[in-house]
């Protein structure tokens, strides 16, 4: 009866196994951060990993097999002698205990190693770029540029050039993580961090905050976009340029409403009033593929969406819903509205700066 009760068990064990093994395998997985990397840190840490992988397994199998061997082979049989017991046996003890310190000491050599050497400055021929973590999106600032490079999610960068980071965060702790590029750093209130990567292949590559910082952390991702040296100047360039003047009359109209509302309290387009520091830089807006921390493609469409209905599609965010028929709380409780074809010229203007 017992071993029919464990036969029924079985069954319904290994399907559940199986279910929960698909759950890890997927056509398209972004983020995976064990193959196809592209960043010199990522690579250093993989190398590291993949020979400690092995040997993990290897014991895990070998001491497994020999747990199974000895149930199996020192099971109790009717009319067998108990076995001779080994405890005590002070040669087995020192070997079990030496083999697994011999195994610590040869994977500390190379695990230092890497560690020194993911914690090396690069060299003066670098990148120096500034991030800085607000709630729930992601400000760049490239120093050592004149005008100054202020953009916000995407970060674009050459490659086979390495780029060096200070992480600041100016409310909670966050965490920056680029998979395939590097490993994670935390982003810490009061404490300045360092990352530093060479990415070696073009192309865009997806990274997200990995510390919860409440109700919007799932949604605080972004891009790093990597680019030959050429096409870097030439966006580094663009975006040390002044942002193009409106030329349509909705553009236009657009500018002046954005201009003569709260808008300008939060967000920063050079050569304007628009000075706010709160929220992220429009100044090159429309140069950008996503917003609101690369959630959404840059379409006129989300964007007037995001105009609307700010805080209903991220949850927590410090914008109000400008859209009329939409409920604000305080501070923004008694915020006048702005008509859907106001919003639709606001949304001409953003979609106007490149």
């Known amino acids: 009866m017992e071993k029919r009760s464990l036969g029924r068990l079985v069954r319904p064990a290994i399907i559940l196994s199986l279910v929960f ?6 056509a398209h997985a972004p983020q995976d951060y064990l193959k196809n990397l592209a960043g010199s840190e990522a690579r250093k840490a993989n190398n590291l990993f993949v020979p400690v992988f092995w040997i993990a397994a290897f014991v895990f199998f070998f001491v497994e097999g020999l747990i199974v061997f000895a149930a199996v082979k020192f099971r109790d049989r009717a009319g067998r002698e108990e076995p001779k017991q080994i405890h005590g046996n002070s040669a087995l003890e020192l070997t079990w205990t030496a083999i697994p310190a011999l195994i610590l000491a040869v994977v500390a050599v190379p695990t230092v190693l890497t560690i020194f050497n993911v914690a090396a400055k690069p060299g003066p021929n670098q990148v120096k770029v500034h991030v800085i973590a607000h709630q729930w999106w992601w400000e760049y600032q490239y120093l050592g540029t004149n005008p100054e490079v202020i953009t916000a999610n995407e970060l674009v960068l050459p490659v086979n050039k390495p780029v060096y980071f200070t992480l600041d965060s100016v409310d909670v ?40 910082c409440s109700l919007s952390h799932a949604n605080m991702r972004l891009r790093v976009i990597v680019k030959s040296q050429a096409d870097y100047d030439a ?107 106001d919003i639709q010229a606001i949304v001409a203007y953003l979609e106007s700066l490149k």
């Open 173 to 212: 702790i966050h965490s920056f993580w680029v998979p395939k590029m590097a490993g994670k750093q935390d982003v810490v209130p009061g404490r300045t961090n360092t990352l530093e990567f060479t990415p070696f292949e073009t192309g865009e590559f997806y990274g997200q905050c990995t510390e919860y």
């Open 21 to 26: 093994l698909g759950t890890a395998c997927a």
């Open 235 to 341: 966006w580094l360039h663009e975006q040390q340029a002044p942002p193009v003047q409106p030329a349509t009359p909705d553009a236009q109209q657009g500018q002046q409403i954005f201009m003569s509302n709260i808008c300008i309290t939060c967000h920063t387009i050079a050569g304007t009033q628009a000075q706010g520091q709160l929220g992220p830089n429009l100044t090159h807006f429309a140069s950008r593929g996503t917003f609101a921390g690369s959630m959404f493609d840059n379409t006129p469409g989300n964007v007037d969406r995001w105009i609307h209905e700010t805080s209903l599609l991220k949850p927590g965010v410090i914008m109000p819903r400008f859209g009329c028929g939409q409920t604000n709380e305080a501070p923004y409780a008694a915020l006048k509205c702005i008509s859907d074809s």
